[in-house]
């Protein structure tokens, strides 16, 4: 989570606390991992595109597609496939 602004766990979960003034439910843990496998999928996808138009950016597409597909592992063994929240 939060991995491309290279907190740590710890800061991680201080962050969440402070933001939500309590510690975070389990259901919003879940669904901000989701948020981040869509928002990785969705990057990878825009710097294909940009890529296809000329530009450079590295390895970028594939770093945030193993991340997201790392993200999906973690969410299949952490959260019930059927109770997307």
């Known amino acids: 989570m939060f991995q491309r602004l290279f907190f740590t766990e710890e800061e991680q979960l201080f962050f969440l606390k402070t933001y939500f003034g309590r510690d975070p439910r389990p259901e919003e843990m879940q669904r901000i991992l989701?948020?981040?496998?869509?928002q990785d999928y969705l990057w990878c996808l825009w710097t294909i595109y940009k890529?296809?138009?000329g530009e450079d950016y590295g390895a970028l597409a594939m770093e945030r597609m193993e991340r997201a597909m790392k993200n999906i592992a973690e969410y299949n063994t952490t959260y019930n496939f059927d109770d997307v929240v």
Do not use: T
């Open 34 to 38: 989701l948020h981040e496998i869509f």
């Open 51 to 53: 890529e296809a138009k």
